[in-house]
């Protein structure tokens, strides 16, 4: 992306960071922003009005976006990902969908819901946690298991309860507000329920099935998916996290009492850091890059392959939570303030690695 362009967004976002999260939601001005640049339908294909981005390039729009704000990053990455699922919706549902300027999904990868099948559709009942976006969102999509008017379970092909995902519109859902933790408040993730709802069949979907639409890149497997988009925004965190630790360090009030061996020491530390997250970062972008190429010449990517970007996704979101901890305490109280930007950050990248698809390194 041009770096003009680079800095006149991320400008226009830095003055209302702080702002957003006072309000515990994304500052209108942010939002009109990612309406204006279509951030939430980055996954969206063309015939519905999305940008025509492929995953190469989200990855690393989803990098820049954490790196100016955390909640802002998260944001898009979780509703922009949701939007994902328009290349397995009926046709005719995702135009109508689509069709409306500030679209945004929301939703929880959670089996949170039952779905009794009727002979309209189906009658939802349920209740969803951590829907990133759920201030501003106008679709949300849930998980249920399935099952009939007699209260059985519906079995799949393997013998296992079915379970399907459904698109329920915001005026069918209550929002459960709730999202009270220390970082990536400005997310607005909260938890939303739905009690006797009835949908239309054509509400359903399963990705990595049946795609709708002739588009690229809707076969890349979720799993990694999820966990690319995942790894950058600890990626992007941590780039601002660490540009922050160095001007903390040389602006504490204290640094007169520190000697030249100690300020060297200091330097060895953060350029030691920085190299090691350029390292993984080359070495994550590598093997996706690699396997992005696999999906588009073969059709299709090995199981190697995908356990690299597995693996190299969790690797380098490890390295970004240990990088701060071991850079934080060079920081001085400023860091330990919770009105600070270093704060806000640090707040913001410790609550991502709470995120149970990253949990652990192998």
């Not at 100016?68 to 135009?95: H, I």
């Not at 709730?178 to 938890?191: K, P």
């Not at 329920?193 to 690229?216: A, G, P």
Request: hydrophobic share 40%; with cysteine.
């Amino acid at each position: 992306m041009n770096k003009t362009l680079n800095a006149t967004w991320q400008e226009r976002v830095k003055p209302y960071a702080a702002i957003s999260e006072e309000m515990g939601k994304l500052h209108p001005e942010i939002l009109q922003l990612a309406y204006q640049e279509n951030w939430f339908k980055l996954f969206v294909p063309e015939v519905y009005g999305g940008p025509g981005k492929k995953l190469p390039e989200i990855l690393r729009l989803e990098e820049e976006l954490a790196e100016a704000d955390g909640s802002l990053g998260w944001t898009v990455t979780l509703c922009a990902g949701a939007g994902w699922f328009a290349g397995f919706l009926n046709p005719e549902l995702a135009a109508e969908i689509f069709a409306e300027r500030e679209v945004c999904f929301a939703g929880s990868g959670a089996v949170g819901g039952v779905a009794v099948k009727t002979q309209e559709g189906y009658l939802l009942n349920g209740k969803w946690s951590y829907a990133s976006g759920a201030s501003h969102a106008t679709i949300f999509t849930a998980n249920c298991t399935l099952k009939n008017e007699s209260g059985d379970d519906i079995l799949d092909e393997n013998g296992l309860p079915e379970v399907k995902s459904f698109i329920l519109k915001r005026e069918e859902v209550n929002i459960l507000p709730g999202w009270s933790y220390f970082g990536l408040i400005a997310t607005g993730s909260h938890a939303f329920e739905v009690c006797n709802l009835s949908v239309n069949e054509n509400r359903t979907f399963k990705i990595n099935q049946q795609i709708e639409v002739t588009d690229c890149g809707f076969d890349y497997p979720f799993l990694q998916l999820a966990e690319t988009t995942l790894a950058v925004n600890s990626l992007g965190m941590t780039n601002h996290f660490v540009r922050l630790v160095e001007q903390s360090f040389y602006a504490r009030s204290g640094l007169g009492r520190y000697s030249e061996s100690q300020i060297l020491f200091f330097n060895s530390v953060l350029n030691d850091c920085k190299a090691e997250l350029l390292s993984l970062r080359t070495q994550f972008y590598l093997s996706f890059d690699e396997s992005w190429d696999e999906l588009m010449n073969k059709g299709k990517i090995g199981d190697d392959k995908l356990n690299e970007v597995s693996l190299n996704s969790r690797k380098l979101a490890h390295a970004c939570w240990k990088l701060a901890a071991t850079l934080f305490p060079y920081c001085g109280l400023e860091a330990a303030k919770k009105e600070s930007e270093i704060n806000r950050v640090w707040r913001d990248l410790y609550t991502a690695s709470q995120h149970a698809l990253l949990t652990f390194e192998s």
